[in-house]
């Protein structure tokens, strides 16, 4: 969507193997699917004009920073340190087996609750960044919304951007 002809994708590989191509493949198509694409072409560049100025990206990190932060599962946590080597801010360690954040390092990137293999992790009050993106969506690129094709989570399209 930000015009590439070509991505590359280096963890997903390294992590699960070879046998993850033809799951990537479906769950490319499966996307396609449900926003009405019929090629990649379609898509290609379509979020260029709805990029966000600086201005607009500080006045949203304003208002979620030290709000919108990762929080830990510890009944589902097993330790296993992909959440920290993931975090680019140190903000998500292990110890004693058990993966914590630290609230005042953590930009509430979404990076490990994207990564952790066992689901353990996931933003509290991801609801006022979800509700920040739609007021930005229905204010620079309402059709966006129509279409669904903007959202925290592309797995949880629908469910975020649908109207009420
Ligand atoms: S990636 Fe998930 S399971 Fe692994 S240490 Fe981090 S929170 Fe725990
Ligand atoms: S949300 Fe981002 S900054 Fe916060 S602990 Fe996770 S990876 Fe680090």
Known sequence: ?????????QTLFVRKGAKIIPEFKQAMLDYMERHGFNTIDEMKGIIIPQIMSTDQIINVYDQTKGVVIAEVDNSKCNGCGVCEDTCYY???????GMAMVDDELCQGCGACVMNCPVE???????DLLIELGRQWAEQ???????LGTVAYDPRDVKKYWQKQ
């Open 120 to 126: 353990a992790v996931s933003l509290r009050n991801l």
């Open 140 to 146: 620079y690129a309402p059709h966006f919304v129509e």
């Open 1 to 9: 969507m930000y015009g590439a002809s070509s991505v590359q994708a």
């Open 90 to 96: 140190d903000a998500i360690s292990v110890k004693d």
